[in-house]
């Protein structure tokens, strides 16, 4: 049977006698779509593209709808001939070549949007798969559209909404705790708390109660955090520990508590009520209650404005921060050092982790993303340079399954989709390729507007059950959803 289907697909793509053959192993790490055990190398012609293996794989499956699949030679996607795939690389064609096979990429369609008044800057969500929705004690999370996406808007404030596109809360004014200037960050810290940052200086913990039916909820300040004395860009949170993380254009890099009796007290000329040349009597006039504190620690090192933060995956006593001055830099956190500084050649925008690849993906002000190996160990700054946007990168955030998949979020005014295997190697270095774009739905058929104006893209979040959501300067938040975007290391098809 396998030489039959070998010598169909030859016959189909073969132009001349001449062609010469090379022997393929043909592997998966899916067990819903391997051949049997018994299938041992094959010989094709070298001419063979992609579409012609994925026609090979289908007949040896015997699949009853073909599949398209995808191929990957050490580790890279094959984007040429067999043939120049070899001379490329250097590799006879007596070599026994081992070629992984994955489901091919199924673009993320559009799903919906939910409008604002004004810019959104932040996204995030909570659903049954997210890192917060696991730590739930509540049963709301318990099945598909029960899930809840949280935006944090330059009107200055924070709204959770359902999957039907309804507003269950919105933050209170400024008048009565809320923002006093635009919100530009935002995370749920649990299922029952949110976190969000802003140009007024501030961090802000909010309780968010659901009612028991789930269709309506509130959002209540819970504590008023001061210490930056420039905008907050960026937060990074750890739910287990009741940390916060925060990047500032003060240069600084801060860390949080959101237990009051945790945080220490506030300085008092940083907030708001409490300039020595303001009465006693205006003080108490404040139509705020909330409790007030300050940082645990301000880590100052960075010469530019702080752009964003992470907390090291598996260490969370770790975290890096991300800077205009061209710089990653790694920090021990209960000393509160620096430990580590990472150049790089352009501004960095924007920071996720990688943590099964022991990469960080920065989003750079020269239009493309640098991963980075922060270990002690690494011998180049930059392992991979992902090209493809044409405007700063300024959000970022990893595939929620896949440890090769990101999504990233320009002003250009797309989200794009990567998978690091997509590469190639240039004179600078190994170069990926973005395998989908993401347009904004609101451009219409206008789609690529010079430097993305009217549609920049400001935040960006991928969540298995949900999908992926951008938000921007279109005023609305966007879903898109696909099938198994980005190929697993193991298993079943998947929701994304």
Same mark, same amino acid.
């Given at each position: ?81 067999? *043939? ?20 091919? !990429? ?10 604002? *008044? ?5 996204? =995030?969500? &909570?659903?049954?798969?997210? &890192? ?19 935006? %944090? ?44 940052? %802003?140009? =007024? ?126 710089? &990653? ?39 493309? !993303?640098?991963?980075? *190996? ?24 990893? *595939? ?45 058929? =206008?789609?690529?507007?010079? %430097? ?45």
């Amino acid at each position: 049977m396998a030489s039959e289907v070998v010598k169909a697909v030859h016959n189909s793509s073969s132009h001349s006698e001449s062609t010469s053959q090379v022997r393929l192993q043909l592997i998966t790490r899916q067990a819903d779509i391997s051949l049997p055990d018994n299938t041992g190398p094959i010989f094709v012609n070298t001419n063979l593209r992609r579409y012609a293996l994925s026609t090979l794989v289908n007949a040896l499956l015997q699949t009853e709808k073909p599949i398209p699949f995808e191929f990957l030679i050490n580790g890279t996607f094959l984007r040429t001939s067999i *043939d120049e795939y070899l001379t490329a690389n250097g590799i006879s064609s007596e070599t026994t070549l081992s070629v992984e096979y994955v489901r091919a !990429i199924i673009p993320p369609l559009y799903l919906a949007s939910f409008e604002h *008044d004004d810019w959104v800057s932040s996204v =995030d969500v &909570l659903s049954a798969s997210s &890192l917060e929705g696991k730590h739930a004690s509540n049963t709301t999370l318990s099945g598909p559209g029960h899930e809840k996406i949280l935006s %944090g808007s330059y009107d200055g404030l924070l709204r959770v909404w359902n999957m039907s596109a309804e507003v269950l809360a919105t933050s209170s004014a400024s008048s009565t705790g809320g923002h006093t200037s635009s919100v530009k960050a935002v995370k749920f810290l649990s299922s029952t708390q949110i976190v969000s940052s %802003g140009l =007024d200086r501030t961090i802000r913990v909010w309780k968010y109660d659901e009612d028991l039916e789930g269709f309506s909820a509130s959002l209540t300040p819970q504590i008023e955090l001061y210490g930056h004395k420039a905008s907050v860009d960026s937060i990074a949170v750890h739910s287990p520990s009741t940390r916060i993380l925060s990047a500032s254009a003060d240069h600084a890099v801060g860390i949080w508590s959101s237990r009051k009796s945790d945080a220490p007290a506030a300085t008092l000329t940083l907030l708001p009520q409490s300039n020595a040349r303001i009465s006693k009597r205006r003080k108490l006039s404040t139509s705020s209650s909330t409790p007030q504190r300050g940082p645990l620690a301000l880590m100052r090192s960075h010469s530019a404005p702080v752009s964003s933060v992470a907390f090291a995956p598996t260490d969370p006593t770790v975290a890096y921060s991300a800077s205009w001055d061209h710089t &990653l830099r790694t920090w021990d956190l209960p000393t509160t050092t620096l430990v580590d500084t990472r150049t790089t050649s352009h501004a960095l925008l924007s920071l996720t982790t990688l943590p099964d690849l022991n990469l960080l993906a920065a989003g750079t002000s020269a239009r493309h !993303i640098t991963l980075i *190996d922060p270990r002690a160990s690494a011998t180049t700054v930059s392992a991979m340079t992902l090209r493809g946007h044409k405007n700063a990168v300024v959000t970022l955030a990893r *595939d929620p399954e896949s440890a090769y998949g990101l999504v990233s979020g320009s002003h250009d005014g797309t989200a794009r989709i990567w998978d690091v295997r997509s590469s190639r190697s240039e004179k600078e270095g190994v170069v990926g390729e973005s395998i989908y774009t993401i347009s904004r739905e609101s451009a219409g058929n =206008d789609g690529n507007r010079v %430097g993305g104006e009217g549609v920049k893209v400001f935040g960006v979040c991928w969540d298995r059950d949900v999908g992926i959501m951008s938000v921007g300067e279109d005023k609305r938040v966007q879903i898109n959803r696909g099938k198994g975007i980005v190929g697993k290391e193991k298993g079943e098809s998947r929701i994304s």
